[in-house]
């Protein structure tokens, strides 16, 4: 019997390290996959951040042009 037990036992250590190996497994891809998105969203914005940001600078450039023209005719 004591046999039988320590085989039940040893099987069972065995099945439980490979249900926490795969667990971790599938957390650790979540975090990367997650990572690999949010890296990609993070770089997509950056991108319409910059192209964005180039149109409304040309236009804040023609105003004040506009103002210092405006001074300079009175």
Known sequence: M???RALF????????CALVALVLLFSFYGVVSDAVHRAA???VA??????QMAV???QRAVPR?????ARVAD
């Open 56 to 58: 409304p600078a040309a």
């Open 41 to 43: 969203r993070h770089r």
């Open 65 to 69: 042009n506009r103002a210092l023209l």
């Open 2 to 4: 004591s046999e039988q």
């Open 9 to 16: 036992l040893q099987k069972s250590l065995i099945g439980t």
């Open 46 to 51: 950056s991108a319409d951040a910059s192209t």
